[in-house]
């Protein structure tokens, strides 16, 4: 027996109107949670020169990029003395989610991760509204790897650090303390400042720049595989070619005076933005 018209009709439009409210509540979660990391990156307690340099660092997209969502456990790779991503996820993540802050010792013998170590728990201690949930662990290669739970976390993040690890060989031990930590399934993101593709690699990495190729190798020799890649934070005017390697450019600037509108107009680093999943 044929189905009447209308009854076809009708059900056409049912479908019709289940796709659009299914396509809907996609669109209003997914933004949702940009709304939440957006609150973040905008909101007064981050301070004004961090937020300074979201022109190149680009925090909303790369964090989207990484799909790190509100809540899932998060471990921050040496977030530095600024603590420049920690303002954004701690917030990010307070009520959900979990952060893991992997910084230097304090009890380092090296003075620049001391001192680096300290302005971190400062800010943190000067805010706990923000910061209080943060759990700081520590990440001193090649004796302390231990950065988080194993298999305990959702994403790794590292922004801008695997270049010091080359230069102190250690790379591959701190590839394979992340891939540690990390849930099957769960994504390691990176950053780093970018060699030209047809440049030879100094395995070191003095100048601070690393081919892409070399950073899939390490990460794949961890048991990483790569997921994605990303031109987020690309910079086509960095040449990569100067005399003090990638701290020539700002905010280093380690030439001072010298040329320094020069470097100012070509700005921030050329970077990799690379997205591994661990199997």
């Known amino acids: ?22 396509l809907l509540f996609s669109y209003s979660a997914v933004n949702a949670g940009n709304t939440f990391l957006q609150d973040a990156i905008s909101d007064s307690h981050r301070s004004e020169l961090n937020k300074k340099r979201d022109h190149f660092r680009h925090p909303l997209e790369t964090l989207n990029f990484f799909e790190v969502e509100r809540d899932m456990s998060v471990v921050e790779i040496w977030p530095g003395g600024k603590a420049w991503y920690t303002e954004i996820l701690a ?24 001192k680096n170590r300290q302005k971190f728990n400062d800010k943190l201690n000067a805010n706990p509204e923000i910061y209080g949930s943060v759990v700081t662990s520590v990440l001193q290669p090649p004796k302390t790897l231990e950065i ?17 690890w080359m230069k102190n060989g250690q790379a591959d031990a701190v590839f394979n303390a ?32 690393v081919t892409e190729a070399y950073i899939i190798a390490l990460a794949e020799k961890a048991g990483f595989k790569l997921l994605d890649k ?29 040329d320094r509108e020069k470097y100012l107009a070509i700005g921030e680093s050329d970077r990799m933005t690379l997205k591994f999943i661990k199997k």
Do not use: C
């Open 230 to 258: 990303s031109e987020i934070n690309s910079n086509a005017n960095d040449t990569t070619d100067y005399i003090k390697g990638v701290w020539t450019l700002p905010p280093s600037l380690r030439l001072k005076e010298q």
């Open 91 to 114: 917030p990010y993540l307070k009520e959900k989610g979990k952060l893991y802050a992997a910084h230097f010792s304090e009890d380092s013998q090296i003075p620049y991760f001391k």
């Open 178 to 209: 992340m891939y540690t930590v990390l849930k099957p399934n769960g994504i390691l993101g990176v950053v780093e400042h970018r060699a030209k593709v047809d440049s030879k690699q100094d395995p070191k990495a003095l100048s601070g720049y």
């Open 1 to 22: 027996m044929e189905r009447p018209q209308s009854i076809i009709i009708m059900r056409r439009s049912m479908n019709k109107y289940f796709l659009v409210s299914l």
């Open 148 to 164: 988080a739970p194993k298999a305990s976390v959702d994403r790794v993040l590292t922004f801008r650090n695997i270049h010091n």
